[in-house]
C-alpha cells in the first residue's frame, strides 16, 4: 500500500468515525425523529455483545444473514447506536463502501485502523466493537475476520450480509461465527412497527400451542382458553392490516411507503439486487441466464410445483443448470424450497415446491405483472408463502425437524416433524373441509392436523383436526 492509499483509507476512516452516528439515526429514528421499535431477535443479539463485554469470550464473532430487505442495516445501526457509548472502542463500516467506491480490502482498511488506534489489536487497552455491514462486498472477507479473530480475544465482530454468506464460507469460518438469521417481519413485528403496537406474551404460547400440544383436542382447548386475549390484543387492530401484511408488509422497508404502485416498485428493485448481485456475484451463471431470472422467477409465481425439465424447455436452459439455479435462488433466500414427503427415502423423484421466502415477492409479480390462476388461488398461494415463511422461522436452528408436502392428489400443504412426530397443515383462502389432512394425517401417523385459513376456531375429534383463524396464527 502506497502513501496516498493510505491517505486515502485515513480520509475515509475519518469520515465513517465522524458521520456514523448521523448515518445510523437515518435508520433507526422515523420520519417524526422517533427511534423505531427493535425486532425480536435484538435481545438474542445483544446478551451475545453484552456478555463480550462483561468479559465472556466464548463468542466473539457474529455473522447475521438474511434475505434482502429483511432490515439488516437498520438492526446493525441499532447496536452501533446503542453501543457506542460503552467503554469500548466502536467503529460502523459499510464495507460495499470499501470495495465499490475506495476501491479497497476489509483487510486495508482493518490495517489502516489498527495504527489509528495507536497499538496492535492484540495489545488494546479496552475491547473494539467492530460493526461491518454488507460484507459480502468484500469476496475475502470471511479469511480476513479469521485471521483478526484468530490475532486478538478481544475485538468482537458484528458482520451482516447477503443469505449467501452461509454457502461461501469454510469450516474453520463456520468453526469460529455464529450464524443468525434475520427472517422478515411478523405478523406482530410489523404491528409494533407501524402503529407502536407492543407485543404480548401470546406469541410464546401460540407457538406452543401449534408445535407442542399432546393432541388436536389440546390445541382446540389451549386456544379457547387463550381466545379472549388474543380478540382483546387485535381489538384495535384494523381487519385490513392482515391483508396489506400479507402483500407486503413483511419486508420492513415498506411499511412506510403509502403508494402501493411504489412499494411493489421497490420490492421489485430488491429482487433485482439479488439476481444483479448476490446470484451474479456466485460467478455460476452467464450473462444470458441472469438475464433470464426475472422471468423463472415470475414463472414460479403461478407453479405449484417445480418441474426443471419443462423450464429448461422453456427458457432454453440445460436441465442440471436450471437445478443450479433454483439452489443458488433457495441460497439466497429468496426461494424456500418445499421437498415432497418420503423423498429421503424413495427413489421416485417427485416434484419439489418452490415458495416465495416473502408473500411480497409473489404478490409483486401478481400486482405488477399479473398471473394466470383465479382470484381465490392467488390468495391461497401468499397465505402458503406466508404460512411457510413462519414454519421456517420456528424451526430455524432446531436439530432433528423439517417441513415438507404431500405429493399425492389431494395431499396437504405442509408436514412438519419434529424428531418422530409429525404435525399437518393446510392452508386456504376460504373455509376449508378436513379431507385433505386426514389423507395426509392417515398416511403420515401425524399427532394432529391444523387447517389455517378464514375459518372460526373448531375441532374436530373425529378427525383429529383443528381449524385455526389465520390471525390467530399470524401472532405466533
Same mark, same amino acid.
Given at each position: 500500500?502506497?502513501?496516498?492509499?493510505?491517505?486515502?483509507?485515513?480520509?475515509?476512516?475519518?469520515?465513517?468515525?465522524?458521520?456514523?452516528e448521523?448515518?445510523?439515526?437515518?435508520?433507526?429514528f422515523?420520519?417524526n425523529?422517533?427511534r423505531?421499535?427493535?425486532?425480536?431477535?435484538?435481545?438474542?443479539?445483544?446478551?451475545y455483545?453484552?456478555?463480550?463485554?462483561?468479559?465472556?469470550?466464548?463468542?466473539?464473532?457474529?455473522?447475521?444473514?438474511?434475505?434482502? /430487505?429483511?432490515?439488516?442495516?437498520?438492526?446493525?445501526?441499532?447496536?452501533?447506536?446503542n453501543k457506542?457509548?460503552?467503554?469500548?472502542?466502536?467503529?460502523?463500516l459499510s464495507?460495499?463502501?470499501?470495495?465499490?467506491?475506495l476501491g479497497?480490502?476489509?483487510?486495508?482498511?482493518?490495517?489502516?485502523?489498527?495504527?489509528?488506534?495507536?497499538?496492535?489489536?492484540?495489545k488494546?487497552?479496552?475491547?473494539?466493537?467492530?460493526f461491518?455491514?454488507?460484507?459480502?462486498? *468484500?469476496?475475502?472477507?470471511?479469511?480476513?475476520?479469521?485471521?483478526?479473530?484468530?490475532r486478538?480475544?478481544?475485538?468482537?465482530?458484528?458482520?451482516?450480509?447477503?443469505?449467501?454468506?452461509a454457502?461461501?464460507n469454510n469450516?474453520?469460518?463456520?468453526?469460529?461465527t455464529?450464524?443468525e =438469521?434475520?427472517?422478515?417481519?411478523?405478523?406482530?413485528?410489523?404491528l409494533?412497527?407501524?402503529?407502536?403496537?407492543?407485543?404480548?406474551e401470546?406469541? *410464546?404460547?401460540? $407457538?406452543?400451542?401449534?408445535?407442542?400440544?399432546?393432541?388436536?383436542?389440546?390445541?382446540?382447548?389451549?386456544?379457547?382458553?387463550?381466545?379472549?386475549?388474543?380478540?382483546?390484543?387485535?381489538?384495535?387492530?384494523? =381487519?385490513?392490516?392482515?391483508?396489506?401484511?400479507?402483500?407486503?408488509?413483511?419486508?420492513?422497508?415498506?411499511?412506510?411507503?403509502?403508494?402501493?404502485?411504489?412499494?411493489?416498485?421497490?420490492?421489485?428493485?430488491?429482487?433485482?439486487?439479488?439476481?444483479?448481485?448476490?446470484?451474479?456475484?456466485?460467478?455460476?451463471?452467464?450473462?444470458?441466464?441472469?438475464?433470464?431470472?426475472?422471468?423463472?422467477?415470475?414463472?414460479?409465481?403461478?407453479?405449484?410445483q417445480?418441474?426443471?425439465? $419443462?423450464?429448461?424447455?422453456?427458457?432454453?436452459?440445460?436441465?442440471?443448470?436450471?437445478?443450479?439455479?433454483?439452489?443458488?435462488?433457495?441460497?439466497?433466500?429468496?426461494?424456500?424450497?418445499?421437498?415432497?414427503?418420503? #423423498?429421503?427415502?424413495?427413489q421416485?423423484? =417427485?416434484?419439489?415446491k418452490?415458495?416465495?421466502s416473502?408473500?411480497?415477492?409473489?404478490?409483486?409479480?401478481?400486482?405488477?405483472?399479473?398471473?394466470?390462476?383465479?382470484?381465490?388461488?392467488?390468495?391461497?398461494?401468499?397465505?402458503?408463502?406466508?404460512?411457510?415463511?413462519?414454519?421456517?422461522?420456528?424451526?430455524? =436452528?432446531?436439530?432433528?425437524?423439517?417441513?415438507?408436502?404431500?405429493?399425492?392428489?389431494g /395431499?396437504a400443504?405442509?408436514?412438519?416433524?419434529?424428531?418422530?412426530?409429525?404435525?399437518?397443515?393446510?392452508?386456504?383462502? /376460504?373455509?376449508?373441509?378436513?379431507?385433505?389432512?386426514?389423507?395426509?394425517?392417515?398416511k403420515?401417523?401425524?399427532?394432529?392436523?391444523?387447517?389455517? #385459513?378464514?375459518?372460526?376456531?373448531?375441532?374436530?375429534?373425529?378427525?383429529?383436526?383443528?381449524?385455526?383463524?389465520?390471525?390467530?396464527?399470524?401472532?405466533?
Amino acid at each position: 500500500m502506497n502513501s496516498e492509499q493510505k491517505n486515502k483509507i485515513i480520509g475515509f476512516l475519518n469520515d465513517q468515525i465522524t458521520q456514523a452516528e448521523f448515518r445510523s439515526k437515518a435508520y433507526v429514528f422515523d420520519e417524526n425523529n422517533v427511534r423505531k421499535p427493535e425486532r425480536n431477535i435484538y435481545k438474542k443479539i445483544n446478551k451475545y455483545i453484552d456478555n463480550f463485554l462483561d468479559g465472556d469470550k466464548a463468542v466473539r464473532w457474529l455473522t447475521l444473514t438474511g434475505l434482502r /430487505g429483511a432490515g439488516k442495516t437498520t438492526l446493525i445501526s441499532q447496536f452501533y447506536l446503542n453501543k457506542k457509548n460503552k467503554d469500548a472502542y466502536c467503529i460502523y463500516l459499510s464495507v460495499d463502501q470499501i470495495v465499490q467506491l475506495l476501491g479497497m480490502t476489509l483487510r486495508d482498511i482493518l490495517s489502516v485502523y489498527e495504527e489509528l488506534l495507536g497499538d496492535s489489536f492484540e495489545k488494546l487497552d479496552k475491547p473494539l466493537l467492530l460493526f461491518l455491514d454488507e460484507v459480502q462486498y *468484500d469476496e475475502k472477507w470471511g479469511i480476513t475476520l479469521k485471521s483478526l479473530y484468530d490475532r486478538s480475544n478481544k475485538i468482537f465482530i458484528f458482520a451482516t450480509g447477503s443469505a449467501t454468506l452461509a454457502m461461501n464460507n469454510n469450516p474453520d469460518i463456520a468453526r469460529r461465527t455464529i450464524y443468525e =438469521k434475520l427472517f422478515p417481519l411478523s405478523f406482530t413485528e410489523y404491528l409494533k412497527i407501524k402503529n407502536n403496537k407492543k407485543e404480548d406474551e401470546l406469541c *410464546d404460547e401460540i $407457538k406452543k400451542i401449534v408445535f407442542e400440544s399432546k393432541n388436536a383436542q389440546d390445541v382446540y382447548d389451549s386456544f379457547l382458553a387463550i381466545e379472549n386475549r388474543i380478540n382483546s390484543y387485535l381489538l384495535n387492530v384494523d =381487519k385490513n392490516e392482515i391483508e396489506k401484511y400479507i402483500r407486503y408488509g413483511s419486508l420492513p422497508f415498506m411499511i412506510t411507503l403509502k403508494n402501493e404502485s411504489l412499494v411493489y416498485d421497490q420490492i421489485n428493485k430488491t429482487l433485482d439486487r439479488i439476481i444483479n448481485s448476490d446470484v451474479a456475484k456466485t460467478g455460476r451463471f452467464n450473462s444470458e441466464i441472469i438475464a433470464k431470472l426475472p422471468s423463472i422467477l415470475y414463472a414460479v409465481a403461478d407453479m405449484d410445483q417445480i418441474n426443471y425439465s $419443462k423450464i429448461a424447455e422453456v427458457f432454453e436452459i440445460s436441465r442440471p443448470k436450471v437445478m443450479e439455479i433454483f439452489e443458488v435462488l433457495e441460497g439466497t433466500e429468496t426461494l424456500t424450497r418445499i421437498f415432497p414427503y418420503g #423423498s429421503h427415502l424413495s427413489q421416485v423423484k =417427485k416434484p419439489s415446491k418452490y415458495l416465495f421466502s416473502s408473500p411480497a415477492f409473489r404478490s409483486m409479480y401478481y400486482n405488477l405483472i399479473g398471473n394466470i390462476i383465479s382470484k381465490d388461488n392467488t390468495k391461497g398461494k401468499l397465505l402458503e408463502d406466508a404460512v411457510a415463511m413462519y414454519i421456517s422461522r420456528q424451526l430455524y =436452528k432446531s436439530p432433528n425437524t423439517s417441513i415438507t408436502y404431500d405429493s399425492a392428489q389431494g /395431499g396437504a400443504d405442509f408436514i412438519v416433524k419434529f424428531g418422530s412426530q409429525k404435525i399437518i397443515i393446510e392452508v386456504s383462502a /376460504g373455509s376449508k373441509d378436513y379431507k385433505q389432512v386426514v389423507q395426509t394425517a392417515l398416511k403420515v401417523s401425524a399427532k394432529y392436523s391444523l387447517i389455517i #385459513s378464514s375459518n372460526n376456531l373448531e375441532y374436530s375429534e373425529e378427525n383429529n383436526a383443528v381449524k385455526i383463524p389465520l390471525k390467530y396464527f399470524l401472532l405466533m
